[in-house]
């Protein structure tokens, strides 16, 4: 196996699941690997917001002169994208020698997709000089393999209901599971505005050092600026953060306190947080791009991720018509997100997505009829979220709106022809 796209489809085959929860297996395999982190770590879980806190501490600590190093998932176009070193995506070789460290220490344990492909970036990781590690837990926490990491410092974003079969029936069961990122005597910085009792319970268990949002930190901010107050220490008249939507001040709330929380481990300046905030960059999320018709990019893919949506394009103001382009695994909650989005959309393309968890497009147009009030809405179907793009494309007029949302697939499957330079249609 000589090429990344080699390994990749080696990883398809080994594991009779896509999901399986637990740390022995990975923990074993890291043991033999000698994998460990010589830096600090700062780990990231929660239902939604970790890719935009773990973009907003990469921008700060960089801006601060700090090398990092960063692990998301999923990947939008290219799997290379889950890796992250000073700034830079890494280029598929570079990964190429760390599968083969994780192939020759697993031995006989099978070990699967998401547990091999985390275990090799973090091997790259672990040997890139970094001064920080940002690791973003893929499902859950307690069971997720990043947690067979220790962390420095533990941030958990938000809790709504997500992966319900794997992790629990409601926020406390969930929560439960997301909590179990936190370690004893090292800071838990929580975002969650109303967070579940399960999370506060665990963090006074285990001796976590607990900070919550309203308590230990806060932020306030007008039209024009915003600012936070932690514990010893405040900022005034900072910009708003460059990715946009009004959930992202919370989430830079969370990353404020934790880089305050490592203060003695990773000093930043002020400077480094204004420019950050600036600067930092993530495509998918309430990405806005320029043209005519205006085009919305979201991979919002439950009901709180889609609600934070349906406000943020509220608030963009008017459009005579909105097309959205949706496509969505079967296992989310649907009902609810296509009932939030439904006042705001004119005219649905639903597509199929490239997975077997997918829904398909003709039913979820099934279930968008079964709720639909208004007579006036229009909807069809596709096969690939490009072609329902293309579709929405040529029934737009210039001075409409185009929003892409519901999965990763969906909003990756335009991307990944680059990103989407609309132009008025000559009239």
């Known amino acids: 196996m000589e090429?990344?796209?080699?390994?990749?489809?080696?990883?398809?085959?080994?594991?009779?699941?896509?999901?399986?929860?637990?740390?022995?297996?990975?923990?074993?395999?890291a043991d033999r690997m000698g994998l460990r982190f010589e830096c600090p770590v700062i780990t990231v879980a929660g239902t939604n917001g970790k890719g935009s806190t773990c973009a907003m501490l990469e921008a700060i600590v960089q801006q601060a002169g700090w090398r990092s190093g960063v692990f998301t998932s999923p990947h939008l176009v290219h799997f290379e994208e889950r890796c992250r070193i000073h700034g830079e995506t890494v280029k598929a070789q570079e990964l190429v020698p760390h599968f083969a460290r994780v192939e020759e220490a697993r031995g006989d344990i099978s070990l699967s997709y998401f547990e091999f492909t985390s275990l090799?970036?973090?091997?790259?990781?672990?040997?890139?000089?970094?001064?920080?590690?940002?690791?973003?837990?893929?499902?859950?926490?307690?069971?997720?393999?990043?947690?067979i990491i220790d962390t420095?410092?533990?941030?958990?974003?938000?809790?709504?209901?997500?992966?319900?079969?794997?992790?629990?029936?409601?926020?406390?069961?969930?929560?439960?599971?997301?909590?179990?990122?936190?370690?004893?005597?090292k800071p838990a910085i929580v975002g969650d505005p109303v967070p579940p009792?399960?999370?506060?319970?665990?963090?006074?268990?285990?001796?976590?050092?607990?900070?919550?949002?309203?308590?230990?930190?806060?932020?306030?901010?007008?039209k024009q600026q915003w600012g936070w107050a932690g514990r010893g220490r405040r900022y005034a008249g900072l910009a708003y953060p460059a990715l946009r939507g009004a959930?992202?001040?919370?989430?830079?709330?969370?990353?404020?306190?934790?880089l305050e929380s490592l203060r003695d481990k990773l000093p930043v300046t002020a400077q480094a947080v204004r420019n950050?905030?600036?600067?930092?960059?993530?495509?998918?999320?309430?990405?806005?791009?320029?043209g005519q018709p205006a085009l919305v990019l979201d991979v919002a893919h439950n009901p709180h991720s889609v609600a934070a949506l349906a406000a943020n394009l509220d608030a963009m103001g008017f459009f005579p018509t909105t097309h959205a382009v949706f496509g969505a695994m079967a296992d989310k909650d649907l009902a609810?997100?296509?009932?939030?989005?439904?006042?705001?959309?004119?005219?649905?393309?639903?597509?199929?997505?490239?997975?077997?968890?997918?829904?398909?497009?003709?039913?979820?147009?099934?279930?968008?009829?079964a709720q639909e009030k208004?007579?006036?809405?229009?909807?069809?179907?596709?096969?690939?979220?490009?072609?329902?793009?293309?579709?929405?494309?040529a029934a737009a007029d210039p001075a409409d709106r185009i929003v892409v949302f519901g999965s990763f697939y969906t909003v990756g499957g335009v991307l990944e022809h680059g990103v989407p330079r609309l132009q008025a249609k000559h009239l």
């Open 197 to 222: 009792q399960s999370v506060i319970d665990r963090a006074l268990e285990i001796g976590a050092d607990l900070w919550t949002l309203g308590r230990d930190f806060n932020f306030s901010g007008d």
């Open 374 to 393: 208004r007579s006036d809405v229009a909807a069809s179907t596709h096969s690939a979220p490009m072609e329902a793009f293309n579709a929405a494309v």
């Open 247 to 258: 959930n992202q001040l919370i989430n830079a709330s969370g990353v404020l306190a934790a």
């Open 3 to 29: 090429t990344l796209q080699d390994w990749l489809a080696h990883c398809e085959r080994l594991h009779p699941k896509t999901i399986e929860l637990g740390l022995e297996r990975s923990r074993a395999v």
């Open 152 to 185: 420095d410092c533990a941030i958990i974003t938000s809790i709504d209901l997500d992966h319900m079969d794997y992790l629990g029936p409601d926020r406390e069961s969930i929560g439960r599971e997301k909590a179990g990122i936190m370690r004893t005597g």
């Open 336 to 369: 609810p997100m296509l009932k939030k989005m439904g006042p705001l959309v004119d005219r649905w393309y639903f597509t199929d997505l490239p997975t077997p968890r997918a829904e398909t497009a003709a039913n979820l147009q099934t279930q968008w009829q």
């Open 120 to 147: 090799a970036i973090m091997s790259l990781l672990a040997a890139s000089k970094l001064d920080v590690a940002i690791l973003e837990v893929g499902l859950g926490g307690r069971l997720d393999m990043v947690n």
């Open 276 to 290: 950050g905030l600036a600067l930092v960059e993530l495509p998918g999320r309430f990405q806005i791009v320029p």
